[in-house]
């Protein structure tokens, strides 16, 4: 899907755009994408870092819920 926006993308004949891309994909298939096509528009690229801790699942009880208990 990038790959066929960016496409697109180059052969825009109206020039002033500007491309972001975020990837927080855990390999460097995106990034190695975004270099590819750098030679024919500027894109600025930021890779999301892991986040340190997984994610939570579920919605902790409330205060007032947690006093009840």
Not at 50 to 62: E, F, H
Request: glycine share 2%; proline share 14%.
């Amino acid at each position: 899907m990038l790959e066929r926006c960016l496409h697109s993308l180059r052969l825009q004949e109206h020039a002033d755009f500007e491309v972001i891309v975020t990837d927080d994909s855990p390999d460097d298939s995106v990034a190695d994408l975004v270099r590819d096509f750098r030679a024919g528009f500027p894109i600025r690229y930021e890779k999301i870092p892991p986040p340190s801790v997984p994610p939570k699942i579920g919605t902790p009880p409330s205060p007032s819920r947690k006093a009840n208990m």
